[in-house]
T-cell receptor
Framework: DSGVTQTPKHLITATGQRVTLRCSPR?????VYWYQQSLDQGLQFLIQ???????AKGNILERFSAQQFPDLHSELNLSSLELGDSALYFC??????????????FGQGTRLTVV | AQTVTQSQPEMSVQEAETVTLSCTYD???????LFWYKQPPSRQMILVIR??????QNATENRFSVNFQKAAKSFSLKISDSQLGDTAMYFC????????????????FGQGTILTVHP
């Protein structure tokens, strides 16, 4: 158990819908990262938050957004869903985004299926 | 931008034998970290080993060791005494170091290598 909790574990929804994925980081971790794992794109970085503020952005679509709340949990919102958004979405957390404590701990992922 | 390449989509090994997974990367950074992650069928991403680019000594973690060749930008993973539980997808990953600007902390992954350990 990495200490990072993601809910739900599985999600099936229809095209055009909107979903919210939730992530609770390890206790004490200030950085939260979102990654998307799909068959055609592999594992891709989407976005990072550090202590409530957006720190870095990757290949995140405009239909996707994220935020980190004061209690440090994070949510990834996916809207106007398309079949191609079907993927495994990982959340990871780390104590700091740089320095010696660079290890990122991953949650078990949310499997999103768009039908 | 950094790129990470794993040229072996699939590998197989007999139990108790040794296997090496390859990884090359491209970067203009001088300060960075390299990682190997394991993703078993449970899909959990598990850190196997990490290497700081400023350290010349290759990292080892029990049966896992790396061969880090900075000049060649190569970072291979050696698994000794392979066990059935080592069956998984293995990802090589890159992360910029402290001087990396706003991208520090994010991981750039290779495509992955599926390793199957046979009894």
């Amino acid at each position: 158990d990495s200490g990072v909790t993601q809910t739900p574990k599985h999600l099936i929804t229809a095209t055009g819908q909107r979903v919210t994925l939730r992530c609770s980081p390890r206790s004490g971790d200030l950085s939260v990262y979102w990654y998307q794992q799909s068959l055609d794109q592999g594992l891709q970085f989407l976005i990072q938050y550090y202590n409530g503020e957006e720190r870095a952005k990757g290949n995140i679509l405009e239909r996707f957004s994220a935020q980190q709340f004061p209690d440090l949990h994070s949510e990834l919102n996916l809207s106007s869903l398309e079949l191609g958004d079907s993927a495994l979405y990982f959340c990871a957390s780390s104590v700091d985004s740089q320095g010696p404590n660079t290890e990122a701990f991953f949650g078990q992922g949310t499997r999103l299926t768009v039908v | 931008a950094q790129t990470v390449t794993q040229s072996q989509p699939e590998m197989s090994v007999q139990e108790a034998e040794t296997v090496t997974l390859s990884c090359t990367y491209d970067t203009s950074e001088n300060n960075y970290y390299l990682f190997w992650y394991k993703q078993p069928p449970s899909r959990q991403m598990i850190l196997v080993i990490r290497q700081e680019a400023y350290k010349q000594q290759n990292a080892t973690e029990n049966r896992f060791s790396v061969n880090f060749q900075k000049a060649a930008k190569s970072f291979s993973l050696k698994i000794s005494d392979s066990q059935l539980g080592d069956t998984a997808m293995y990802f090589c990953a890159f992360m910029k170091g402290r001087a990396g600007g706003t991208s520090y902390g994010k991981l750039t992954f290779g495509q992955g290598t599926i390793l199957t350990v046979h009894p």
